[in-house]
């Protein structure tokens, strides 16, 4: 499947809101914190509008925000583009019937679910987080949605980290990306 690309404008501007912090959550890791972009309203407002603006044309019925960042940057996202949110979360955590999809990890898996009545057949889908690294996550997103047999759209993120290839896992036809590192 051949995929479109697309990069924000704003990317100069928004990644001197993005924080480096290293051998976090243990070392070896570089970190890219996104809470000083979230606390600053005009670097939040270029965000948003940088992760809805390729999807604007698109008729999106509901935005898929990941656990947890994908919820703060999903809301608005549905917002301007006049969506419905769908919180897809860890294992256990949502109240109600769930659907679930699980995906790999260096060591073992993990699950994602969503409510089984969040996402109906037809509906149009776009995937939200804030960081893609090898994209289980997103992966695992994306297969819930296309599991109920809803059509994914594409998926967004603020930041990319390219040289872990998460991207090539989503399999769908549209990846928007804001920051690549």
């Known amino acids: 499947m051949r995929e479109r690309q697309s990069m924000a404008p704003q990317e100069p501007n928004l990644r001197r809101f993005v924080r480096d912090v290293p051998d976090f959550p243990k070392p070896g890791i570089l970190f890219r914190d996104v809470t000083p972009l979230l606390a600053n309203p005009g670097a939040f407002r270029a965000a948003v509008d940088s992760l809805a603006a390729p999807f604007r044309g698109d008729n999106v019925d509901r935005v898929l925000g990941i656990e947890s960042r994908g919820f703060i940057l999903g809301a608005p996202v549905a917002l301007a583009l006049g969506a419905g949110l769908v919180i897809v979360r ?48 997103a992966a695992a997103a994306v297969r819930l949605a296309q599991e109920a047999k809803a059509e994914v759209v594409g998926c967004a993120f603020l930041i990319e980290l390219k040289a872990l290839g998460g991207r090539e896992r989503l399999g769908v036809k549209r990846t928007h990306v804001v920051l690549q590192y």
């Open 90 to 137: 860890k294992k256990g955590k949502l109240p109600w019937r769930t659907v679930s999809a699980s995906y790999e990890l260096e060591y073992g898996t993990d699950t994602v679910e969503m409510h089984v009545d969040a996402v109906e057949a037809g509906q149009r889908v776009l995937v939200v987080d804030d960081l893609i690294a090898t994209g289980g996550t």
